[in-house]
């Protein structure tokens, strides 16, 4: 029959009670030391000697390689979302701004401002205040493809336009373009 494997012992340190590879981290750190050295002089030979000190040194050294490494990353993330912030103002001064006027009955007609939203402007806000500038119904509401636009009842497209350039700066006066849609008449018989 074999005979059963006995445990390993371990070493604990005195001052502390943990293993003397654990002593580096704990507040007493030169007590611990001072004791290992004092009891049991070739376990610190093997942990604080100077092959051990060499030894985690290059240990350091590699970590110092990956922050090289993670320093050259972060620069490379950094200016990738500079650029990304660069194509986003580019394609903000693309955009076009887009003054429509609908017309829905004989007399009636609305006009619908697409495209705020690109220069980052809070359509309900700007409807509200188109609608109080104007006195006539103001709201945000969805167009055919599925994308907001403010549709203030009545024709202000010309009127839209100075309000628009006047309160805000951002949007160019260039990227603003009108269209008209208007339904076809019956013909007459």
Known sequence: MAQPASGKTVLYCDVCSLPPE?????????????????????????????????????????????????????????????????????????????????ERNKRKSVTSVYGLQVFGIDLKSTAKMLANHFACGGSVAKNPQGQDEIVVQGDFSHEILELLVAKFPAVPRENIEFAADEKKKKKEQ
């Open 22 to 102: 654990y002593c580096e981290f704990s507040a007493l750190r030169k007590k611990c030391e001072q004791w290992l050295m004092e009891t049991h002089p070739r376990e610190h030979e093997r942990l604080y000697g100077d092959q051990a000190i060499a030894q985690k040194m290059a240990m350091t050294t590699l970590s110092e390689d990956k922050e090289a490494k993670e320093a050259a990353k972060m620069e490379k993330a950094e200016q990738k979302n500079e650029a990304r912030i660069a194509r986003n103002q580019e394609k903000k001064m693309s955009s076009k701004v887009l003054i429509k006027r609908i």
